[in-house]
C-alpha cells in the first residue's frame, strides 16, 4: 500500500466531489423530463421547478399519444433510415479514405493529409453547400440529409491515425502472400480494428440521430421529416397540427406538455440503450486515434 500524501487526499476529494456535481447537471435533466413524461397533465401545466417525482397519479397517456401520432412515427422511421443508410455509407467511405491516407509510401501522402486537415478548418459555408444541393436536384430528397454528411474529416483522421499504428510486417507479410489491397484491408486491417470502428459508428449514429438543422434546410416535405425536427416543432413552436389524436376522449391540448416531455423520452432512449454495448470499444477506440501527428 503507498500512503497517499496530504495533496493527494484532497485532490481526491475534490475530484470526486466533481465528479458526483457532473453526474448530477448530467442526470437530473433526463430525470425531469422522465419523471414529468409519466405525471399528471393538469398537474404538470401548473407546476413550476425540477420534478424529482411524478406529479399526480402517473399515467402513461402521453406515451400513448406519441405512439398514435402518425407524423411522429413517419418521422421515427425517416430517422431510423437516415441514421442507418448514413452510417454505413459513411463508414465505408471513411474507412477507404482513412486506409489510403494511412498508407505510408502513398504519393502526394502528406498533400492529401493536410489537405483532409485543411476542410475540416475551413468549408464553403451555407449558402454555397445550398446552391450545390439545389444544382444537383437533392432539395426536397432523402439524399440531402445522406450524402453532404457522409465523409467527415475529423473521423477520417482518427481512423487513419488507428490503421496507421497496425505494424507495418502485417502488410508486408499480406502481399508476399499475394493479397492485394483491398483484401489486406478487408482481412488484416479491418478485423483489428474493431474498436476505432465502433467509435465512428457511434459518432455517426449520434450525429444523425439528433440532427434537424440540414433537414429544416433543405426538406419541406413533412413526410420527409426526421425526428428531431418534428420534436423541435412540439416543443419549442408547440404546432397544434403536431399534436394529434386522443386520450381517454379528453382534449389533447390538456396533454401537450406531457407531450412533449413523452417525445424527448422517445426520441432518446436509442442511443442510451446503444451506448452500453459500445462503450469498451468507444473507450479503446477513443485513445487509440487521440494522437493525430
Excluded at 494511412?102 to 501522402?109: A, K, T
Excluded at 467509435?199 to 420527409?224: C, E, G, M, P, S
Aim: charged share 10%.
Amino acid at each position: 500500500m503507498i500512503k497517499k500524501s496530504r495533496g493527494e487526499r484532497i485532490f481526491n476529494v475534490f475530484n470526486i466531489c466533481g465528479m458526483i456535481i457532473l453526474s448530477l447537471i448530467f442526470i437530473l435533466p433526463i430525470w425531469h423530463v422522465a419523471m414529468g413524461s409519466i405525471s399528471d397533465p393538469m398537474r404538470i401545466s401548473a407546476f413550476s421547478g425540477l420534478i424529482l417525482w411524478p406529479l399526480g397519479t402517473p399515467t402513461l397517456g402521453g406515451y400513448k399519444l406519441v405512439l398514435q401520432n402518425s407524423s411522429i412515427a413517419i418521422s421515427y422511421a425517416n430517422t431510423l433510415l437516415y441514421v442507418v443508410s448514413s452510417t454505413v455509407f459513411g463508414l465505408a467511405l471513411n474507412i477507404l479514405a482513412a486506409f489510403v491516407l494511412s498508407r505510408r509510401h502513398m504519393f502526394f501522402g502528406r498533400f492529401m493529409n493536410m489537405f483532409v486537415l485543411f476542410t475540416m478548418i475551413f468549408n464553403g459555408g451555407l449558402i454555397p453547400t445550398y446552391i450545390i444541393i439545389r444544382n444537383l436536384g437533392m432539395l426536397n430528397t432523402r439524399w440531402a440529409i445522406i450524402l453532404p454528411a457522409a465523409l467527415n474529416a475529423y473521423n477520417i483522421l482518427i481512423m487513419r491515425t488507428s490503421f496507421a499504428e497496425i505494424p507495418e510486417e502485417l502488410f508486408e507479410a499480406a502481399q508476399i502472400d499475394g493479397a492485394s489491397y483491398f483484401r489486406i484491408l478487408m482481412q488484416v486491417v479491418l478485423p483489428v480494428s474493431k474498436a476505432i470502428i465502433a467509435v465512428i459508428v457511434l459518432y455517426y449514429a449520434v450525429q444523425h440521430w439528433n440532427a434537424w438543422f440540414q433537414a429544416a434546410i433543405y426538406l419541406t416535405d413533412r413526410k420527409l421529416y426526421p425526428l428531431q425536427l418534428t420534436l423541435r416543432e412540439i416543443v419549442l413552436l408547440a404546432s397544434e397540427n403536431s399534436i394529434t389524436g386522443d386520450a381517454d376522449g379528453q382534449d389533447v391540448l390538456i396533454y401537450r406538455p406531457l407531450i412533449k416531455y413523452a417525445t424527448i423520452m422517445v426520441s432518446i432512449i436509442p442511443m442510451m440503450i446503444l451506448y452500453p454495448f459500445v462503450q469498451k470499444y468507444f473507450v479503446t477506440g477513443v485513445m487509440i486515434g487521440a494522437v493525430k501527428g
